[in-house]
């Protein structure tokens, strides 16, 4: 059974709207974190949260915020999507900091 | 600041081949280093980490050792097989921080 799930697994949006990507992991970490992918880059780290405060945000647009209402739940608001915004939307967690990251299997977004 | 640097963006090969992908990192101190793997449609996994200069770390035959001295963590396998197609991932992860940083990948193309 998978211990991260991720849902949406796929999802179409329009321009301009508002989507929720959910992400709960049944590991027992304390840290969880935001991945995006797409065909212009690679890997992009974009959120880390520890015990449910930000730890870091590399992510310069504020259409991108997470919501964590539990320890083990890690959401992704994004607003106003645009379609420079398709990409899939991993999902991870660790024990803690420098530790062993483990991702989910995505959610792939596409904006029309 | 600190940089992992994958510098083969694919890699064919055929099956039974030797592998070598080449990681080389720029981080003080003594972060610990990781290899992960990505198959399609799935989220990036863990393939081994190493945490200090010398250590070997190894996994379903694919095996890099930690070189503080050239700063380098290759990735390498005697005999890739078909099932070995994927992406690859060098990543670093500086002493006690929440973000890995990541190279570039390494997509691995394993001809029949």
């Known amino acids: 059974d998978p211990k991260i799930i991720q849902k949406p697994k796929y999802l179409v949006a329009v321009t301009g709207s508002e989507k929720i990507l959910i992400c709960e992991q049944y590991?027992?970490?304390?840290?969880m974190y935001w991945y995006r992918q797409s065909a212009k880059k690679p890997l992009e780290f974009m959120f880390s949260y520890s015990y449910q405060k930000l730890m870091d945000n590399q992510t310069a647009s504020s259409r991108f915020q997470p919501q964590s209402s539990k320890k083990n739940h890690l959401d992704l608001q994004i607003t106003a999507l645009k379609p420079d915004d398709s990409a899939t939307y991993f999902c991870a967690s660790s024990q803690d900091s420098g530790n062993t990251l483990y991702f989910g299997e995505g959610s792939r977004l596409i904006v029309v | 600041g600190d940089s992992v640097t994958q510098t083969e963006g694919q890699v064919a090969l055929s099956e039974e081949d030797f592998l070598t992908i080449h990681c080389n990192y720029s981080?003080?101190?003594?972060?610990?280093l990781f290899w992960y793997v990505q198959y399609p449609g799935e989220g990036p996994q863990l393939l081994f980490r190493?945490?200090?200069d010398k250590e070997k770390g190894s996994s379903r035959g694919f095996e890099a050792t930690y070189d503080k001295g050239t700063t380098s963590f290759h990735l390498r396998k005697a005999s890739v097989q078909e099932s070995d197609s994927a992406v690859y991932y060098c990543a670093l992860s500086p002493d006690s921080n929440y973000q890995l940083i990541w190279g570039s990948g390494t997509k691995l193309i394993i001809k029949p």
């Open positions: 190493a945490s200090r």
């Open positions: 981080a003080s101190g003594y972060p610990t």
């Open positions: 590991l027992g970490h304390n840290a």
